[in-house]
């Protein structure tokens, strides 16, 4: 059975903090994504990473970085965190072949006040 | 602003009732995803579209992917109250697989 795991399903923090959010697959894929979910915005993507040591900006990277030191782990930092980061953060894998299927965690909810 | 819309954001119908779901962009997609979402769950894949005038039937679910490969649709016949989620449809690029989600329809039906 495929899956994803996030190290966190709730988490607070305070303003200011650095915050790590880690994300393990186990199915060899190539490609690892971060998304944050808000209402009405859907999934925005914040990094994309396709192999080791690769990343690549999303659409709304500010704020964020990543780091891909293991084929099985991608990792979403929030250098100082701030109110507007509080999100539902998602992580998803999938083979580097297009058109295949994503595969996501089950979120983590982030809260910073 | 999102590349990819999708209307209506909510959708509230009686079980047994029809409803369609539209997913459009400006852009052209290798190919279009539709992902079902539940409460405390990450994302469902229920369907992959790559041609375009292409058709898929999922049970109830039917999925049709536009000719220029630019919108989709998903349509649920006789709705009932397991087809409660957020669906959400994703535009896959030619090169690497990079997913871009759509805002989402938050779909109820009541018994």
């Known amino acids: 059975d495929v899956k994803v795991t996030q190290s966190s399903r709730y988490l607070v923090k305070r303003t200011g903090e650095k915050v790590f959010l880690e994300c393990v697959q186990d199915m060899d894929h190539e490609n690892m994504f971060w998304y944050r979910q808000d209402p009405g915005l859907g999934l925005r993507l914040i990094y994309f990473?396709?192999?080791?040591?690769?990343?690549e900006k999303g659409d709304i990277p500010e704020g964020y970085s990543v780091s891909r030191e293991k084929k099985e782990r991608f990792s979403l930092i929030l250098e100082s965190a701030s109110t507007n980061q509080t999100s539902m953060y998602l992580c998803?894998?999938?083979?580097?072949?297009?058109?295949?299927?994503?595969?996501f965690g089950q979120g983590t909810r982030l809260t910073v006040v | 602003t999102q590349l990819l819309e999708q209307s209506p954001q909510f959708l509230s119908i009686q079980e047994g009732e029809n409803l369609t779901v539209y997913c459009n962009s400006s852009s052209v997609f290798s190919s279009l995803q539709w992902y079902r979402q539940e409460p405390g769950e990450g994302p469902v894949l229920l369907v992959t579209v790559v041609t375009g005038g292409e058709v898929k039937k999922l049970k109830r679910l039917t999925f049709q992917f536009g000719d220029a490969r630019k919108d989709s649709s998903l349509h649920i016949t006789a709705a009932q109250p397991g087809d409660t989620g957020l669906y959400l449809c994703a535009g896959a690029r030619a090169a690497g697989n990079k997913l871009t989600f759509g805002g989402g329809t938050r779909v109820l039906v009541k018994p």
């Open positions: 990473s396709y192999d080791v040591k690769m990343k």
């Open positions: 998803a894998s999938s083979l580097r072949q297009t058109n295949t299927e994503a595969f």
